[in-house]
């Protein structure tokens, strides 16, 4: 294995070869010594070098980092050479030390120097078997963390949710545009051609689209998904008895013209039981229990009340199709002043 090109090793490594990732950086160590020799010895650094306490072993192993992580990203560019790619990567790990270094050097003469930041070297014994060192707790640059595949998971989830709600006409153009259909992102002059379309007419299309997913992005989703937390919260603190909730449904509504006058709305006490109902007409401000729910009572109708208080204060609104109410009985309320 010691025969093959960076190129080959890196190859290797991505695929999760630990032999690979080691016979890499220590091939490529003279370059990384090469670059921190370079630092050391220059005039202008000397003194900023000395003031940091920053020395030669420090920039090879922070060197020597930057070519590990330069690693997963050489796929990306697989036309240039290892090294080429990842010389960068080298300087811009070691520009990184020496400035944080000369934080934590402002940070020093302010604090307990006991608590300052210092360098753990990889190669450094965990216990006093010398079997494990600190380069096992590091997470491989190849594989995704837990939170991160939960990331991609949930966005590609919102994702298709907001795209399921675009018109046919988007959603095909959107599907096939950004590669969705074949796993393959087509340029907008390929797209246009295939659906026989004018550019023009295209970028109006995707215009169009891009701005529907956006809203739906935005602001539906996130809407509905505090609908459902907030509906999970309300059902878990009526179970506990820490408040009450009337659940409302519309059922049927007349009007005259335009205008609503009247509706019926079957409405549940606390999440349980049978469903009862009640009319409120909207022009006389008259309420009517038709039915009554489970859990209520025939003295207080403390439910229906509530309900029917909310229709009144929002009677000059379009009646809402579903609607959760809490409210906290006097009981609750007297056992919290307690």
């Known amino acids: 294995m010691e025969t093959l090109t960076n190129e080959q090793l890196c190859a290797l490594a991505q695929a999760g070869d630990g032999q690979a990732v080691s016979l890499l950086i220590k091939a490529n160590l003279p370059f990384v010594r090469k670059v921190a020799n ?41 036309e240039a050479q290892f ?21 934590d050097t402002v940070w020093q003469l302010q604090h307990d120097k006991a ?9 450094e014994d965990l216990d006093d078997t010398g079997e494990d060192t600190v380069e096992c707790l590091i997470a491989s640059p190849n594989v995704k963390s837990p939170e991160g595949v939960y990331i991609e998971q949930e966005t590609e989830a919102e994702l298709l949710e907001a795209m399921d709600t675009l018109p046919d006409r988007e959603n095909v153009y959107v599907q096939y545009r950004f590669g969705f259909t074949d796993g393959k992102v087509h340029p907008l002059t390929e ?23 956006k809203h739906e992005l935005l602001i539906e989703i996130p809407e509905r ?21 009337v659940d409302l449904r519309l059922k049927s509504q007349q009007k ?9 709305y079957e409405y549940l006490a606390d999440c349980d039981g049978k469903w009862g109902e009640l009319r409120y007409n909207f022009k006389d401000d008259m309420a009517e229990v038709l039915l009554l729910a489970d859990w209520d009572t025939t003295v207080s109708r ?11 204060q929002h009677r000059a609104e379009a009646p809402p199709e579903r609607l959760l109410l809490t409210f ?11």
């Open 83 to 103: 090294l080429t790619y990842a010389a960068s990567a080298v300087r811009r790990a070691m520009s990184d030390l020496i400035r944080q270094y000369s934080r």
């Open 256 to 264: 005259r013209g335009r205008k609503i006058t009247a509706a019926v």
């Open 302 to 312: 403390r439910f229906a009340m509530r309900a029917v208080e909310y229709l009144r």
């Open 191 to 213: 797209t246009a051609q295939y659906f026989h379309l004018t550019e023009s007419r295209a970028k109006g299309i995707e215009r169009s689209a891009l701005k529907l997913l």
């Open 225 to 245: 998904a505090y609908a459902r937390a907030e509906d999970k919260l309300t059902r878990l603190l009526v179970a506990e008895r820490e408040l009450h909730s």
């Open 115 to 123: 608590n300052a930041w210092k360098i753990i070297y990889l190669d």
């Open 328 to 338: 906290i009985s006097p009981e609750q309320i007297e056992c919290c002043g307690r």
């Open 38 to 78: 370079q630092i050391v010895e220059n005039p202008v650094r000397q003194e900023h070098l000395c003031a940091c306490s920053v020395g030669f072993d420090d920039l090879v192993q922070a060197g020597s980092i930057g070519l590990w992580r330069a690693i997963d990203g050489y796929r990306q560019f697989g």
